[in-house]
T-cell receptor, first 114, second 112 residues
Framework: ETGVTQTPRHLVMGMTNKKSLKCEQHLGHNAMYWYKQSAKKPLELMFVYNFKEQTENNSVPSRFSPECPNSSHLFLHLHTLQPEDSALYLC?????????????FGPGTRLTVL | EDQVTQSPEALRLQEGESSSLNCSYTVSGLRGLFWYRQDPGKGPEFLFTLYSAGEEKEKERLKATLTKKESFLHITAPKPEDSATYLCAGGVYGGATNKLIFGTGTLLAVQP
């Protein structure tokens, strides 16, 4: 158990649906991350939050909308997605943004867009 | 462009057959080389961080080493439970954000 939980674990949605992914960390960390993992591709950083403030948006399409209400919770709101958005979405957290802070990952949400 | 390349893409070993996984990197201002293990259907699990050339770290049957251009993950006498995808990542600290640049991973299968 890494201390980072994600719900749901699996999600199937149509292109016109709106859904949200949830991440919660129980490690007392201050920084949280969203990554996208597609087959045969490296993990791709999407967003970074530190103390609830967004510090990185890696040119992510606006159909992905993150929300970080506090340092323990992170959401990814999804709307009008495309089939190529199907992937494993991983949440991670770290103590802070300093260079020596390891990132700890949740189990991921497997998203399928029909 | 910052890049991390892992080889081989897949590796099949017999139980007890030692081998090494390679991670080569071209990352400006590298701030740590990270190794993770990922089991099917799970998120990556942190294994090691290496910060300077010559550094080595060990955990059970795994030993990670770092040079100025690459890192190796040595697996000694592997067991079937070591089967997983092993990911390496270069740490980049941009002043405001701690980023990890990941490779595509090595899928290791250890057969009994």
């Amino acid at each position: 158990e890494t201390g980072v939980t994600q719900t749901p674990r699996h999600l199937v949605m149509g292109m016109t649906n709106k859904k949200s992914l949830k991440c919660e960390q129980h490690l007392g960390h201050n920084a949280m991350y969203w990554y996208k993992q597609s087959a045969k591709k490296p993990l791709e950083l999407m967003f970074v939050y530190n103390f609830k403030e967004q510090t990185e948006n890696n040119s992510v399409p606006s159909r992905f909308s993150p929300e970080c209400p506090n340092s323990s919770h992170l959401f990814l709101h999804l709307h009008t997605l495309q089939p190529e958005d199907s992937a494993l979405y991983l949440c991670a957290s770290s103590q802070g943004l300093a260079e020596y802070n390891e990132q700890f990952f949740g189990p991921g949400t497997r998203l399928t867009v029909l | 462009e910052d890049q991390v390349t892992q080889s081989p893409e897949a590796l099949r070993l017999q139980e007890g057959e030692s081998s090494s996984l390679n991670c080569s990197y071209t990352v400006s201002g590298l701030r740590g080389l990270f190794w993770y293990r990922q089991d099917p259907g799970k998120g990556p699990e942190f294994l090691f961080t290496l910060y300077s050339a010559g550094e080595e770290k060990e955990k059970e049957r795994l030993k990670a080493t770092l040079t100025k251009k690459e890192s190796f993950l040595h697996i000694t006498a592997p067991k079937p439970e070591d089967s997983a995808t092993y990911l390496c990542a270069g740490g980049v600290y941009g002043g405001a954000t701690n980023k990890l640049i990941f490779g595509t991973g090595t899928l290791l299968a250890v057969q009994p």
